[in-house]
């Protein structure tokens, strides 16, 4: 049986009869709003490369997690700018930096909020990579660096805990260590933070779509690129890798990085891990579809719930997204 019998644009006739047999939906529960905490500030700074987001100073942190969670959005996730970067990435241990505090202050404001921190050192080194530096072993050449895997770990491991110690919900390492998921888990449960949630940037790959971060996080490598440590775009069956790994080390949940070239990979993880899964629509991605929209070239509005959706329907339950708090408002909240 077939046509003129079957005729799928009868289920498209009216709005009501589409939301009825609509298969994916969005709700703003399903946005992670990442926030740059800046401690050298008085007052919010725009990112000129992310129209509409701003880095913050810790004093507005209380009033935009109220703002936030009004708009029905829950979860944040918080990045940190120091007053001063090291080689060893320092800034990133102090209990009174600028992570630590906004999560304090977040909490206190908005207890239900879901507060994620992101763990990394590569906001806090004076070089920008996300691992500490070490001579190549071996090398004769003079200043021939690679990144010290196991001491990184080390690190990444006590910022874990000093968060979690700050009160986050949630520490999400974003650097690509190996074995970093078992060694926070471990250290987070030796200081009695069994409840603390992993949430593992598990599949990351070395992207020309952080572009912008890097301004709004100042952490640009001063040399070199991340391609040793974050995965080659080309590659998914090592996604698989990577997600298992994290697995087996006590990630509670999952992250595919970015999310639209790599939607593919999503839909991957997703049929093999039965983790919630997370996808991050990041700061390319967003500042994209802004330059395209304030060039007249497409609807912003629509393309935004058009990248969201596509983003859910690939299998992700929860986006980290710029969107997050217009796309919320967009859906009433
Ligand atoms: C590293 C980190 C990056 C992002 C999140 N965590 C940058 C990088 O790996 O170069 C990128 C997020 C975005 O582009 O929105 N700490």
Same mark, same amino acid.
């Given at each position: 049986?077939?046509f003129?019998?079957?005729?799928?644009?009868?289920?498209? $006739?009216?709005p009501?009869?589409?939301?009825?047999v609509?298969?994916?939906?969005?709700?703003?529960? %399903?946005?992670v709003?990442?926030?740059?905490?800046?401690?050298?500030?008085?007052? &919010?700074? +725009?990112?000129?490369s992310?129209?509409?987001i701003?880095?913050?100073p810790?004093?507005?942190?209380?009033?935009?997690a109220?703002?936030?969670k009004?708009?029905?959005?829950?979860s944040?996730?918080?990045?940190?700018? +120091?007053k001063?970067?090291d080689?060893?990435g320092?800034t990133?241990l102090?209990?009174d930096?600028?992570?630590?505090?906004?999560i304090a202050?977040?909490?206190?404001?908005? +207890?239900?909020?879901?507060?994620m921190?992101?763990?990394?050192? %590569?906001?806090?080194? %004076?070089h920008?990579?996300?691992?500490?530096?070490r001579q190549r072993?071996g090398?004769k050449?003079?200043?021939?660096?690679?990144?010290?895997n196991?001491?990184t770990?080390?690190?990444?491991?006590?910022?874990?805990v000093?968060f979690?110690?700050?009160?986050?919900?949630?520490?999400? &390492?974003? @650097?690509m260590?190996?074995?970093?998921?078992?060694?926070?888990?471990?250290?987070?449960?030796?200081?009695?933070?069994?409840? $603390?949630?992993?949430?593992?940037?598990?599949v990351k790959?070395?992207?020309?779509?952080?572009? &912008?971060?890097r301004?709004?996080a100042?952490?640009?490598p001063?040399?070199g690129?991340?391609?040793?440590?974050?995965?080659d +775009?080309?590659?998914?069956r090592?996604?698989?890798r990577e997600?298992a790994?994290?697995?087996?080390?006590?990630?509670d949940?999952?992250?595919?990085?970015?999310?639209l070239? *790599?939607? @593919?990979?999503?839909? @991957?993880?997703?049929a093999h891990s039965?983790l919630?899964?997370?996808a991050?629509?990041v700061?390319?991605? *967003?500042?994209?579809?802004?330059?395209?929209?304030d060039?007249?070239?497409? @609807?912003?509005?629509?393309a935004?719930m058009e990248?969201?959706?596509?983003?859910?329907?690939?299998?992700a339950?929860?986006i980290?997204?710029?969107?997050?708090?217009a796309a919320?408002?967009l859906l009433?909240?």
């Amino acid at each position: 049986m077939g046509f003129p019998t079957i005729r799928p644009r009868r289920l498209r $006739t009216t709005p009501e009869l589409r939301a009825l047999v609509r298969e994916t939906n969005l709700s703003p529960g %399903d946005f992670v709003y990442p926030m740059f905490f800046n401690a050298a500030l008085d007052a &919010p700074r +725009p990112i000129g490369s992310m129209p509409g987001i701003d880095q913050l100073p810790i004093s507005a942190a209380r009033e935009q997690a109220k703002a936030i969670k009004a708009r029905g959005v829950s979860s944040v996730i918080l990045f940190g700018l +120091p007053k001063t970067k090291d080689g060893c990435g320092t800034t990133g241990l102090d209990p009174d930096g600028p992570v630590p505090r906004a999560i304090a202050e977040m909490k206190s404001a908005v +207890p239900e909020l879901v507060v994620m921190a992101d763990v990394c050192v %590569d906001e806090y080194t %004076d070089h920008g990579h996300c691992g500490l530096l070490r001579q190549r072993p071996g090398s004769k050449k003079e200043n021939d660096w690679e990144v010290d895997n196991d001491a990184t770990v080390e690190v990444l491991a006590k910022m874990g805990v000093l968060f979690a110690k700050a009160g986050a919900d949630v520490v999400a &390492p974003s @650097d690509m260590m190996d074995g970093r998921v078992g060694a926070m888990r471990k250290a987070l449960d030796a200081e009695g933070f069994q409840n $603390t949630s992993l949430l593992s940037y598990a599949v990351k790959y070395a992207s020309a779509f952080y572009g &912008p971060f890097r301004e709004a996080a100042d952490c640009a490598p001063k040399f070199g690129d991340r391609a040793g440590y974050q995965m080659d +775009p080309a590659n998914a069956r090592e996604a698989l890798r990577e997600a298992a790994l994290d697995e087996a080390e006590g990630a509670d949940m999952l992250m595919v990085k970015p999310a639209l070239s *790599y939607l @593919d990979v999503i839909k @991957d993880v997703r049929a093999h891990s039965n983790l919630p899964l997370g996808a991050y629509n990041v700061s390319g991605e *967003y500042s994209m579809l802004h330059a395209a929209a304030d060039r007249g070239m497409i @609807d912003r509005n629509r393309a935004m719930m058009e990248v969201l959706t596509s983003i859910r329907r690939a299998g992700a339950d929860f986006i980290l997204t710029y969107h997050a708090l217009a796309a919320a408002e967009l859906l009433g909240g």
